[in-house]
């Protein structure tokens, strides 16, 4: 086995690989070295694991920026090692990452591809394919859309969470064709953003989108959507989308299907950010890297309220104008008069489906800690 030089061997959840000895660690920061590899993406990676082993229609898999070939060595060896994976970067030097990694893993499984992503996809099609960029995914997310199978799943990564969140809105507009805000709410927005752009991408294709899992952790945000084939399907799609009014004085909110204001947020996803079915048959495993964060967002995702939007406790605070509550009695408060859930965007936030008036008499009503 030849190992590439200046490379060191780790071990992340049950797999061992190489990666360049000097690698990321945290952060989107600045890219390090010519191969990338980031520490902090364990998460990320563990995910897809659980993912994929509780999603057994794929039989073919692509990793299509797949650097190091960390995530295909570790669905491979820890999730599924009857699928069929392509590992796939354009860089020579990354292919052999992934050469070394998949015969040190013993994976026969993995097939290594060194070409430009979309022309690929323009040749081979599969159930499931994972894009996680350095940066945006937005140049080849028309590409992956194209190369997906009859049902077929994408995991699709955005590290650009700043344009999307709304700290700048002229590049998301640019980027993803939508109106972005900075507000309590930005990450579950920016969310929405990402996931309604790949749904606008997909109906090109006459696909329809549903969204099996999404969320924001770390310097990231993170869907996995299956597409369904169809120009019924697509319209369904498009039609679900809409836009988020937000007025920051009185911190009111409103969901509509049509933009009502230039400030509208949006076109975004208003549809469920998570599938009920595929959470119920994922697992955090012992064997998993981040094993005690993986239980702990699996627990949040699993009771989170699908309500489009959610509220800090800070916030609300500061709309009463008193000191923030404890936020176990402001949850119980909640409760007793509509639903409520924590969710996983923020560790202080709140979903609830009351209205803003009655949400912040009941806040009021709170007493302090």
């Known amino acids: 086995m030849s190992v590439p030089s200046g490379s060191v061997l780790i071990r992340e959840g049950a797999t061992e690989f190489f990666v360049p000895s000097v ?3 945290k952060g989107p920061g600045k890219r390090v070295g010519r191969v990338f590899f980031n520490d902090q993406m364990a998460f990320n990676r563990d995910v897809t694991v659980m993912l994929l082993k509780a999603y057994p229609r794929a039989r ?5 920026m797949a650097s190091t070939g960390s995530r295909a060595v570790r669905i491979a060896h820890e999730a599924r090692p009857d699928l069929s994976i392509v590992a796939n970067d354009r860089d020579p030097e ?8 998949a015969e040190h ?11 430009d992503l979309r022309c690929l996809l323009a040749r081979r099609v599969f159930d499931y394919i994972d894009l996680d960029p350095f940066g945006t995914p937005v140049p080849f997310v028309p590409a992956v859309m194209q190369g997906l199978k009859r049902h077929g799943v994408a995991g699709i990564t955005a590290t650009d969470t700043a344009p999307l969140a709304g700290t700048y809105p002229k590049k998301c507009l640019r980027r993803y064709g939508a109106v972005s805000m900075r507000s309590p709410f930005g990450h579950e927005t920016g969310l929405r953003i990402l996931i309604g752009h790949i749904a606008r991408e997909a109906a090109k294709e006459d696909k329809g989108l549903e969204c099996l899992l999404s969320f924001y952790a770390d310097h990231y945000m993170r869907a996995y959507v299956r597409v369904v084939d169809g120009g019924g399907e697509a319209d369904r799609t498009i039609a679900g989308l809409g836009y988020i009014d937000y007025d920051r004085t009185t911190g009111e909110r409103s969901v509509s299907r049509e933009r009502t204001s230039p400030r ?5 996803w208003l549809g469920p950010l998570h599938d ?11 064997n998993l890297q981040t094993m005690r964060r993986c239980a702990k967002y699996l627990d949040l995702w699993g009771q989170e309220l699908d ?12 709309l009463v104008g008193t000191s923030p509550r404890r936020l176990e009695s402001v949850l119980e408060a909640l409760g007793a008069s ?19 008036r009655d949400i912040l008499s009941i806040y009021a009503s709170v007493k302090e800690r």
């Open 264 to 268: 509208s947020i949006g076109p975004l």
């Open 276 to 286: 009920a079915e595929v959470l119920a048959g994922m697992t955090a495993g012992e």
């Open 338 to 356: 509509g639903r409520v859930s924590r969710t996983h965007f923020s560790p202080t936030g709140i979903r609830t489906d009351l209205a803003l």
């Open 60 to 64: 073919t898999a692509l990793d299509a």
């Open 94 to 101: 990354a292919c052999e990452y992934i050469a070394a990694n």
């Open 23 to 25: 690698h990321s660690e």
């Open 307 to 318: 309500v489009p939007f959610f509220y800090d406790n800070d916030e609300l605070a500061s």
């Open 105 to 115: 893993t013993g994976s026969g499984n993995i097939e290594v591809s060194n070409d």
